[in-house]
Every structure is written in C-alpha cells, then in structure tokens.
T-cell receptor, first 110, second 112 residues
Framework: QKEVEQNSGPLSVPEGAIASLNCTYSDRVSQSFFWYRQYSGKSPELIMSIYSNGDKEDGRFTAQLNKASQYVSLLIRDSQPSDSATYLCAVYFGNEKLTFGTGTRLTIIP | DVKVTQSSRYLVKRTGEKVFLECVQDMDHENMFWYRQDPGLGLRLIYFSYDVKMKEKGDIPEGYSVSREKKERFSLILESASTNQTSMYLC???????????FGNGTRLTVT
C-alpha cells in the first residue's frame, strides 16, 4: 500500500514566524512531489512542485526533498494570517495516480 | 491558465436518485480524475481516465461509474445515491503523467 503521511495538526504559528510542514512517503522510487494549499470549503490549489533532492524556493515558500529519507517538507517564511489553511502533500507512485496525504491544518496567530 | 469547471457547486439529492456530476477542462488534457474528500479521510480517488472512452478504477469505485465521450468532459455517475455518498467531489486534470493536477471548484453533494 502506497502511503503519504502528514501530521494532521492543527499547527499554530505566530504571524511573522516560519511554519514548517512535513510529509513522509512509503515508496523510495517516487519521483514527483507537490504541495497544495486548501482553504476551508475550497478546492486544493498547487503551490509547489519538487522533483529532485534539495531545496526549491518560490517567494516565501521553500520545498525540501530528501529521497533517501523519504520525506518532503514545506517551509513558509514570514507567515501571514492568509496562510491559514490545510496543506496537502501529494506524491506520484509510479506514473499514474497522485496520492494525497490527509493534510496538515495550519493556523497563523496574529 | 488551466480551467477545470464543475457544473454544480452545491447539489442536494434524495436516496436512490441517479446523480450526474459533470466536469469540463479547457486545456486539451489527456488525464482526468474524480476524487471525493471527507473530513479525516483526505482525498480518495474514485475513477480516472487517460483517454476518450477509457476509464480506470481508483481506490473507491464502488457505487460510482464514469463516462468520457469527449476529451474535455469527464462525468461521474452515482447510479443510486446513498447517504454515505454525501461528500465533496473534486474533478481534476493533467496533461501528462507525473505532472500536478489542476482541480475544479468542487461539488458539495448532500444525499438525504
């Protein structure tokens, strides 16, 4: 069974601090990894893609991938109240189906 | 920008009714997917399709069927709606394997 694991939270972070979200996955050969943000009652929105080991930065967001340890993380710098949402980690196992974690609920405290 | 459009934002149906959820994408994507999302269970794949008239079962296909008569349109069918099919239904598409999915706005279905 291919699995993607996330801590469900809630994770509370003060405004302006760094929020760190983690995700582990079960298949060492996975190649493609994504982070989605989902506001309550809305559909998931892609915020980061990462395909190779290391860090990838996009504005206030940094995705980190470590294939040997089978984890991918998302850092949000200078957290804003608008970052309060559920963050979904998603992994391709093989080429076909994208498998999602159950998500981490993040709350930014003003 | 990719646009994935789901026909209804909210839908209320009665137990036993046949329900059609429609999804259209405008980017000529080959791959289309139907998920349902429930609290604590995350996103679960119902069916997917890689081409016209082609379909594959996902992780929870029971009680559902799909239709893909045209490349841009992927329909989810609840043959006989039941209360345990009350959920948020999300359609998604992508142009190639290993690429991110683009989601529609979702349909909140309530079966009474």
């Amino acid at each position: 069974q291919k699995e993607v694991e996330q801590n469900s939270g809630p994770l509370s972070v003060p405004e302006g601090a760094i929020a760190s979200l983690n995700c582990t996955y079960s298949d060492r050969v996975s190649q493609s990894f994504f982070w989605y943000r989902q506001y309550s009652g809305k559909s998931p929105e892609l915020i980061m893609s990462i395909y190779s080991n290391g860090d990838k930065e996009d504005g206030r967001f940094t995705a980190q991938l470590n294939k040997a340890s089978q984890y991918v993380s998302l850092l949000i710098r200078d957290s804003q109240p608008s970052d309060s949402a559920t963050y979904l980690c998603a992994v391709y196992f093989g080429n076909e189906k994208l498998t999602f974690g159950t998500g981490t609920r993040l709350t930014i405290i003003p | 920008d990719v646009k994935v459009t789901q026909s209804s934002r909210y839908l209320v149906k009665r137990t036993g009714e046949k329900v059609f959820l429609e999804c259209v994408q405008d980017m000529d994507h080959e791959n289309m997917f139907w998920y349902r999302q429930d609290p604590g269970l995350g996103l679960r794949l119902i069916y997917f399709s890689y081409d016209v008239k082609m379909k594959e079962k996902g992780d929870i296909p029971e009680g559902y069927s799909v239709s893909r008569e045209k490349k841009e349109r992927f329909s989810l069918i609840l043959e006989s709606a039941s209360t345990n099919q009350t959920s948020m239904y999300l359609c998604a598409s992508t142009g190639q394997n290993n690429s991110p999915l683009h989601f529609g706005n979702g349909t909140r279905l309530t079966v009474t």
